[in-house]
């Protein structure tokens, strides 16, 4: 189980986890279907999730600075590196 935060503000959906040297929780973003990892210090995993809050795409070890569009998602799940793991296409996911 990890500690998952909400992104609310434009702030917090701008900067997400840039800037974090060791990551233990994760950032939900509502109604985002592209992130960045510009000015991340480390990689990170990556979860679409649809309506129904259910996983459509998983993307493990996403390097920084790279652009990651979920065509297949509504919204976006960062995770610390290795989380995707416990993850699975189609399992629902309590925020």
Same mark, same amino acid.
């Given at each position: 189980?990890? /500690? ?9 959906? $701008?900067? &997400?986890?840039?800037g974090?040297? =060791?990551? #233990?929780? &994760?950032?939900?973003?509502? #109604?985002? /279907? !592209?992130? =960045? ?10 979860i679409?999730? @649809? @309506?129904?809050? %259910? ?7 996403? /390097?920084? @600075? =790279?652009? $990651?569009? $979920? /065509?297949? !998602?509504? =919204? ?10 416990n993850?699975?296409?189609? #399992?629902?996911? %309590?925020?």
């Amino acid at each position: 189980m990890i /500690r998952i935060k909400k992104a609310t503000t434009f702030k917090e959906k $701008l900067i &997400g986890l840039m800037g974090e040297k =060791h990551i #233990n929780y &994760g950032i939900f973003f509502y #109604n985002t /279907r !592209s992130i =960045h990892t510009f000015f991340m210090k480390d990689e990170i995993d990556v979860i679409g999730i @649809n @309506n129904k809050m %259910q996983v459509t795409e998983i993307f493990p070890y996403v /390097r920084p @600075n =790279h652009i $990651l569009l $979920l /065509r297949k !998602s509504k =919204h976006t799940l960062e995770l610390p590196k290795g989380f995707s793991k416990n993850y699975k296409i189609g #399992n629902k996911v %309590q925020i």
